[in-house]
């Protein structure tokens, strides 16, 4: 069993920062491929990005390309979302994800894709 706990989430201007963190629990993080899902009200989950299980191949949703980034800090066993430029449609609840694939040459585009899943944390973006 794989716990995910997220972190860094909050209210922030248009055009603003945040980095997101998300800590797997115990010795199996570099075992997964983790991907960032994104829930705005009455709207299903959304693929946001993922990094392959080594860290060496990610992948963005169209929407956020350019702007967000996912690297992993394996000295701290954590997955980062650095999420630049933001804009008021980015607004939503984020989830960090873990999945047994690897995604090293494919993105996990789809929730069923994943395993284990975080608690969310909320971004808003004020225009």
């Known amino acids: 069993q794989v716990q995910l706990v997220e972190s860094g989430g909050g209210l922030v201007q248009a055009g603003g920062s945040l980095r997101l963190s998300c800590a797997p629990s115990g010795r199996t993080y570099s075992s997964y491929a983790m991907g960032w899902f994104r829930q705005a009200p009455g709207k299903e989950r959304e693929f946001v990005g993922c990094?392959?299980?080594?860290?060496?191949?990610?992948y963005y949703a169209d929407s956020v390309k350019g702007r967000f980034t996912i690297s992993r800090d394996s000295a701290k066993n954590t997955v980062i979302l650095q999420m630049n430029s933001l804009k008021p449609e980015d607004t939503a609840a984020y989830y960090c994800?873990?999945?047994?694939?690897?995604?090293?040459?494919?993105?996990?585009?789809?929730?069923?894709?994943?395993?284990?899943w975080g608690q969310g944390t909320q971004v808003t973006v004020s225009s």
């Open positions: 994800a873990a999945s047994r694939a690897t995604f090293q040459y494919r993105p996990g585009t789809g929730v069923r894709e994943y395993d284990y």
């Open positions: 990094i392959s299980r080594g860290g060496g191949s990610t």
